[in-house]
Nanobody, 126 residues
Framework: QLQLVESGGGLVQPGGSLRLSCAASGFTWNYYAIGWFRQAPGKEREGVSCITSSGGSTIYADSVKGRLTISRDNAKNTVYLQMDNLTPEDTAVYYC???????????????????WGQGTQVTVSS
């Protein structure tokens, strides 16, 4: 059964850090690019970052550049999202998603992804 499971969310103070994980099972992980999206209450789901199947290339939304880092460990079937210097505007449910594309073409369109996790809540508040 194809499955993506996110973990690592929680409550953090402004300026703090979190590391999200996305663990995959049931499919050939190495052939999928992986994206991270987030959705805040009342807002559309937006792309945060994407990493190619090999992990050799990454891309970020302008709003998170320099603060978030995506990486993957294909041996562990896991993708990570290191989030630093968090602000209240980062509060959202974070989702990982897998696309059969090897690279991050049109990476920030949710419809281009084939599999989704259930999401993990990130709350940035003092």
């Amino acid at each position: 059964q194809l499955q993506l499971v996110e973990s690592g969310g929680g409550l953090v103070q402004p300026g703090g850090s979190l590391r999200l994980s996305c663990a995959a099972s049931g499919f050939t992980w190495n052939y999928y690019a992986i994206g991270w999206f987030r959705q805040a209450p009342g807002k559309e789901r937006e792309g945060v970052s994407c990493i190619t199947s090999s992990g050799g290339s990454t891309i970020y939304a302008d709003s998170v550049k320099g603060r978030l880092t995506i990486s993957r460990d294909n041996a562990k079937n896991t993708v990570y999202l290191q989030m630093d210097n968090l602000t209240p505007e980062d509060t959202a449910v974070y989702y990982c998603a897998a696309t059969r594309r090897l690279r991050c073409q049109i990476w920030n369109v949710p419809g281009n992804y084939d599999y989704w996790g259930q999401g993990t809540q990130v709350t940035v508040s003092s």
